[in-house]
C-alpha cells in the first residue's frame, strides 16, 4: 500500500482503491476489520509538501465495553492531512527535537514514499468511540455471576455478600 511520489506528473493524483480485509495487518488490536476498506484520496503534491484529502469507508468490529459482545462500527470517515519530509522533522539526522504547535496537524514521509496502509490504521483508531457500547441502554454483565443482562435476568443478586467478609460480619454486635 505504498504510494510512490516520485512517479506524480502532475499537481494533482485521484486513487479511488479498494483494499480487502487481509491486507491490513491488524493482529492484537482491540478491533477488526470486517468490510473492503474503501479508499477515494487526491493526494496534491507542492514541492515536497503533500496533501491527502478524501474519504475512508469500510466496517470495524469490537468488543462492548459493558457487555463485552462484539459489534459493528461503520466508518466513513473525512481525510485532510498534511505530510512533509522526514528529513524537515529532524534536520536529516536521528536526533530528537521538541514538537511546536505547528507541527500538530503534520505528517511526515521517507524516500518519495506514503505508507496509506499507516494512514487508513491512524483513521480507524479515530473513528473508534472511545467508550464502545453496542447499544445505549445496555446493560452488561452482572458484577456477580458474570451473565449478560442484556439476554437473560440473573434473578438479582442484592443481598450477596462477599463470603470473604463473613468473619467480620460475625464480629459484629446485633443492635
Known amino acids: 500500500m505504498l504510494l510512490d511520489l516520485s512517479r506524480f506528473r502532475g499537481d494533482v493524483e485521484h486513487l479511488d482503491r479498494t483494499y480487502p480485509v487481509d491486507a491490513f495487518a491488524l493482529a492484537g488490536e482491540d478491533f477488526r ?3 473492503p476498506v474503501h ?4 493526494v496534491r503534491k507542492d514541492s ?5 484529502t478524501g474519504r475512508i469507508e469500510t466496517t470495524l468490529e469490537c468488543g462492548c465495553s459493558r457487555c463485552l459482545e462484539p459489534f459493528a462500527v461503520p466508518v466513513d470517515v473525512t481525510i485532510d492531512n498534511i505530510l512533509l519530509p522526514a528529513d524537515q522533522n529532524t534536520g536529516g539526522g536521528e536526533d530528537e527535537r521538541e514538537i511546536q504547535e505547528d507541527d500538530l496537524g503534520v505528517g511526515y514521509y521517507r524516500d518519495d514514499q506514503i505508507d496509506l496502509g499507516d494512514v487508513m490504521r491512524e483513521q480507524f483508531f479515530l473513528a473508534l468511540p472511545m467508550k464502545p457500547l453496542c447499544a445505549e441502554a ?5 458484577p456477580v455471576c458474570g451473565v449478560n443482562r442484556n439476554r437473560e435476568d440473573c434473578g438479582g443478586h442484592e443481598g450477596w455478600v462477599d463470603p470473604r467478609l463473613e468473619p ?4 459484629r454486635k446485633p443492635s
Open 39 to 42: 479508499l477515494v484520496l487526491d
Open 33 to 35: 476489520l470486517v468490510a
Open 48 to 52: 515536497r509538501k503533500v496533501r491527502l
Open 138 to 142: 445496555c446493560q452488561g454483565l452482572c
Open 168 to 171: 467480620l460480619r460475625r464480629l
